[in-house]
């Protein structure tokens, strides 16, 4: 039976793939994301006979050449994107202290990420997805040439517009502090109220280009677009860290203090998807039923129904992928973190002996945290299904595949049911539950403070960051999951930022202080470069 002629009218998978790649706009108003199946109901409608297995199959192996497209993976990497921790910026450490046992106030503070990593080196989403590959672009442009389908849009000049999207973060609020001292000792705690908000972002000139690749000629679509599928976020406490020191050492140079510091995973958002989508982590994605879809086309010539739950079925699996990349957690993601710092200060006029370093003084904290293990949800992807290929004699020759397909029923609705599963399978990475060892967190803090006679003054100086590479492990795998998995490419990377940080505070006699803060983090590595704003005020008593 020659399906060729029959299947044109349906761009099918090619439609399916290059909609998924290149996020092609759609209503998908009708069919609830989390009913896909019933959105299909065709169970009772459409039943599939053994010679429409065995014609899908010949259609699928031999015209679209699903073989070689499905044995590409579609993901480079599974992993979440590098957060550092509100608590953990220079900015909101202690800056000016009286001679007062109490202390409380609050930073008011917006903080933004223009370009996050992907990678260890890349902010591009091409390093993270595999469908920007040339080799799996031409073939599914030559399997459309071949069955004369006319795709909306050629793959190889649509591909290079997506190729250089990245995800944006921005986080503001109150990180509020207090400060309680006994003789020696100092309690201090941190603890953050913020909105948090991520998106997959483009350029305005990109957008303009896809905009007229894509025909979209109505913003206020766009924006809906935008909101329902590319925008999270949340507002909501983060963790509560706590810091308790004493001093270490002192001479007339320098006096130092070691401490303790504990962070609390007291996190939790109060609501979510405020503007844009709450996004949820399937263990597996849905699976089509290729054979009733065609036939829904072929013999109902309802080409509508389909492509509506073809671009319902795209739709969710792009709510999967925002599920791991713009899904931030507040705070560290529950991990609870034990650390010890040592700070220290030493007078400028104890180096340089000149009047005008009276004024100045050095300020620096060097610290380590270890955040303990937690069972978290992680993507993964199958290492290599080659085997299973194997096991089903399908690493023949399409030949001998099609022999065996057309001869035998039962083993064209085994391989018919393969490709079904490979297909979602290479779209919808698994959701696992895993322990997470996130590791050690390194800090190292200095500042130049300079205050005059008149209690107001400034300072300068760097802020250091950085945590080591995660390690994944106790993955718990259902049967029906294949593997082995791919646990490499699911950790975060190692990461590091390198800062500037200054401020300028006006000090009053009734005890408040006020001051107006930046942080700008210029180096980085495994996570995006970003700035801090902050007007902080405090009252000592």
Request: hydrophobic share 40%.
């Amino acid at each position: 039976m020659l399906l060729k002629n029959k299947f044109r009218p349906l761009c099918g998978l090619l439609y399916l793939v290059a909609s998924i790649a290149f996020g092609a706009d759609c209503d998908f108003t009708d069919f609830p994301l989390d009913s896909l199946e019933a959105g299909l109901d065709m169970s009772h409608s459409i039943e599939c006979t053994d010679d429409d297995v065995m014609a899908v199959v010949d259609f699928l192996i031999q015209d679209l050449n699903a073989l070689c497209i499905l044995q590409q993976n579609f993901y480079k990497r599974t992993n979440e994107l590098n957060q550092r921790s509100l608590l953990d910026y220079g900015l909101f450490l202690p800056q000016k202290f009286y001679a007062r046992c109490w202390e409380l106030g609050a930073h008011v503070f917006y903080n933004e990420t223009s370009r996050d990593n992907f990678t260890r080196k890349s902010t591009a989403i091409c390093s993270y997805l595999a469908i920007f590959n040339e080799n799996l672009l031409d073939e599914i442009q030559q399997r459309a040439e071949d069955l004369d389908v006319e795709l909306p849009f050629q793959l190889r000049d649509v591909a290079p517009l997506f190729a250089n999207a990245t995800v944006q973060e921005r986080r503001f609020g109150a990180m509020f502090h207090g400060m309680r001292k006994w003789g020696k000792y100092r309690f201090r705690f941190l603890l953050p109220f913020y909105y948090l908000e991520s998106n997959i972002f483009l350029t305005p000139e990109e957008i303009d280009e896809i905009q007229s690749a894509f025909g979209i000629t109505d913003p206020a679509d766009d924006l809906e677009f935008a909101r329902n599928n590319l925008i999270a976020d949340k507002v909501g406490l983060g963790d509560l860290r706590l810091n308790l020191d004493f001093p270490f050492r002192s001479t007339p140079g320098m006096a130092s203090k070691i401490g303790i510091q504990a962070t609390i995973p007291t996190a939790f958002a109060i609501k979510e998807g405020l503007y844009g989508t709450k996004f949820k982590k399937r263990c597996r994605g849905p699976t089509l039923d290729f054979c009733k879809l065609f036939k829904l086309v072929v013999e109902e010539e309802n080409f509508t129904k389909a492509q509506k739950i073809l671009m319902q079925f795209a739709d969710a699996a792009l709510q999967q992928f925002n599920a791991n990349l713009i899904e931030q957690p507040m705070g560290n993601g529950g991990h609870f973190g034990l650390g010890i710092y040592l700070r220290s200060k030493t007078p400028l006029s104890s180096v340089i002996k000149r009047p005008w370093a009276q004024s100045i003084t050095m300020r620096s904290r060097i610290s380590a945290e270890y955040l303990l293990p937690r069972r978290q949800n992680r993507y993964f992807i199958e290492c290599d299904p080659s085997e299973r290929y194997a096991a089903l004699g399908l690493n023949r020759s399409i030949r001998e595949i099609i022999k065996n397909v057309d001869d035998d029923p039962a083993y064209a609705r085994a391989v018919l049911a393969f490709l079904e599963s490979q297909f979602t399978d290479k779209i919808f990475p698994f959701s696992l539950s895993t322990k997470v060892r996130p590791g050690m967190i390194f800090r190292w803090m200095t500042k130049y403070m300079y205050e005059t006679n008149l209690n107001w003054g400034y300072f300068v100086g760097t802020d250091t960051w950085l945590t080591t590479k995660e390690k994944l492990s106790d993955i718990r795998v259902p049967e029906c999951i294949p593997t082995p998995l791919n646990g490499k490419i699911a950790q975060k990377p190692f990461g590091y930022q390198v800062g500037f940080m200054g401020n300028l505070f006006w000090k009053r006699p009734s005890g408040w202080l006020l001051s107006l803060n930046g942080q700008y983090n210029f180096t980085s590595t495994g996570i995006g470069s970003d700035y801090l704003l902050s007007f902080n005020f405090e009252k000592s008593f």
